[in-house]
């Protein structure tokens, strides 16, 4: 996978949320409505992290590298969310994709250790 290219996670997360809402259809269920809310938001801020990752592209490897990880947890916990909205709502569950073994909790500390300590990942090093 190119860095910079759509994760897999946010594209899963867009199907779930498209094949979560053919199968509810309508509903004036205002939980309902409010988890469409919810997981729309959720992955429109991950693209905005992705497309503002794709933007720091060229310029300064360490911020690039913070950003595409922002744009990872993201996306990973719009994924989340779109699973657990799946299985609420209609009662299956789509598995959910390998890209995901990387832990969250260490992307978390590699995004707070340079926001905090001023420490870069070692990737971008």
């Known amino acids: ?3 910079l290219t759509q994760p897999d996670a946010l594209q899963q ?3 779930l949320l498209e ?4 199968f509810v259809q309508h ?4 939980y309902v409505i409010s988890r469409f809310g919810d997981l729309q938001i959720r992955i429109d801020v991950a693209a905005a992290l992705l497309e503002r990752a794709e933007a720091l592209k060229g310029q300064s490897p360490v911020e690039t590298q913070i ?3 922002e744009a990872q947890i993201a996306s990973a916990e719009a994924l989340i969310a779109a699973s657990n909205a799946e ?3 209609t009662g299956q569950r789509t598995a959910l994709p390998p890209t995901l073994d990387d832990p ?5 500390q590699i995004v707070g250790n340079y926001r905090l300590n ?3 990942p070692r990737s971008a090093v």
């Open 1 to 3: 996978m190119n860095a």
């Open 13 to 15: 997360a867009r199907h």
């Open 19 to 22: 094949s979560t809402l053919r």
């Open 27 to 30: 509903s004036d269920d205002p």
């Open 67 to 69: 950003a595409l990880t």
């Open 87 to 89: 299985f609420e709502l």
């Open 104 to 108: 969250l909790r260490w992307k978390y």
């Open 118 to 120: 001023g420490v870069a």
